[in-house]
């Protein structure tokens, strides 16, 4: 029997592959307070870096599954040092990711990372969901940030700028698809390490959804900064890997709009396990789905099976549980019986996290 084909996350056979549009057949919007938000695929991050490979004229190397791996492919502590380190701290992590990519600037991009971004999605834009850069400059973060709050990912940079320019920027633009971390060695990747416990998540799993905020990171020092430096970082949305108690964790865990990262994550998750549960159940029909309300049953079903995974699995409430709005076939207007078309609403409650506690302690004799 031959081994079952590799997934297009996996192979890098099907870069370049552009199929039509998922709107064309499921046309999800999700909305989180009335902000309309998008998805993709998750857990697997992509350094983007310069340097000249003998190997391969790809953007897109690997995807890696080791250490060792990126080293026989040229990426020797001697080599690529910078590569080396990074995907050192992203495969260090006891809970982080099982593989990554090393995306290409070359020196035809003139150090353009919008041109560098292009390229690299051109041979595949499914093939990652979170992007860390080699570059610490605030004009590349803004660059890399830009390009990617259009898209359906997410990314992670780091800075060791006191002055906190980059996320005060990036704040200022309200994005909702880019961290900033602060760390006071730019030789060091404390965004590969974050990237890698964060990423670890398994958002398809029950209980899976966590939070990047005390995350407990390997081989990466944390930063001790004063109190009102610490509150500078979080007054600009940015992020901290600092010690408390003798503990060093991350914190706090937010995009620099202010939202929490895994409302992000979560937003697109939904999004895209809906996409693909609704393509199946058309795929699968094996004549049709009809548009009767039997029809329309069948359509709901696949949806709340995703709203209810998304309980089990720690992305909405339980204690409001989601709900699939439909019409009854009778409701329908004949434009949309027509051309076929379905329109569903649906509601379900973030379940959120508690990361803060307020105590009051009366005593009394």
């Known amino acids: 029997a031959q081994p079952p084909p590799k997934s297009p996350q996996q192979s890098p056979h099907h870069r370049g592959i552009m199929p039509a549009a998922i709107i064309e057949f499921v046309d999800v919007t999700v909305n989180v307070g009335g902000v309309t938000a998008d998805k993709f695929a ?19 190397h690997g995807p890696f599954f080791s250490l060792a791996e990126v080293v026989a492919d040229g990426f020797s502590s001697i080599a690529e040092p910078a590569i080396y380190a990074w995907a050192s701290a992203v495969f260090s992590q006891g809970d982080g990711v099982d593989s990554l990519l090393i995306g290409q600037q070359t020196a035809g991009d003139a150090g353009d990372y919008t041109v560098t971004m292009d390229a690299i999605e051109a041979e595949g834009s499914d093939t990652w969901y979170i992007t860390n850069i080699e570059s610490r400059a605030d004009a590349d973060v803004a660059d890399v940030a830009a390009w990617t709050e259009s898209r359906d990912k997410i990314a992670i940079f780091q800075s060791d700028d006191a002055g906190l320019v980059a996320a005060l920027a990036l704040q200022g633009f309200g994005y909702n698809r880019s961290a900033l971390i602060y760390h006071d060695d730019d030789s060091e990747y404390l965004d590969g390490a974050w990237t890698s416990s964060g990423g670890g998540l398994n958002l398809d799993t029950p209980g899976g959804v966590g939070i990047w905020a005390y995350r407990s990171l390997s081989g990466v020092p944390f930063d001790d900064v004063t109190g009102t430096f610490a509150n500078s970082i979080y007054g600009a949305d940015a992020n901290l890997y600092g010690r408390n108690k003798g503990l ?3 914190s706090k865990g937010t995009m620099a709009s202010g939202r929490f990262i895994d409302t992000t994550t979560t937003v697109d998750w939904v999004k895209l396990r809906t996409e693909e549960a609704v393509l199946e159940t058309f795929v699968n029909a ?25 309980v089990s699995f720690g992305h909405f409430s339980g204690d409001a549980p989601p709900t699939v709005s439909a019409p009854d076939v009778s409701e329908v207007s004949t ?27 009366n005593l009394a004799f």
């Open 42 to 60: 998750f857990g697997i991050p992509i350094g983007v870096f310069t340097f000249t490979s003998t190997i391969s004229p790809d953007r897109q």
């Open 286 to 310: 094996g004549t049709k789905v009809p548009y009767t309300n039997a029809g329309i049953s069948i359509i709901v079903g696949s949806v709340q099976g995703v709203l209810d995974q998304g």
């Open 335 to 361: 434009a949309d019986k027509t051309n076929r078309v379905l329109s569903l609403t649906a509601q379900a409650t973030l379940a959120g996290a508690i990361q803060k506690l307020e105590l009051t302690i």
């Open 248 to 250: 060093s964790f991350t």
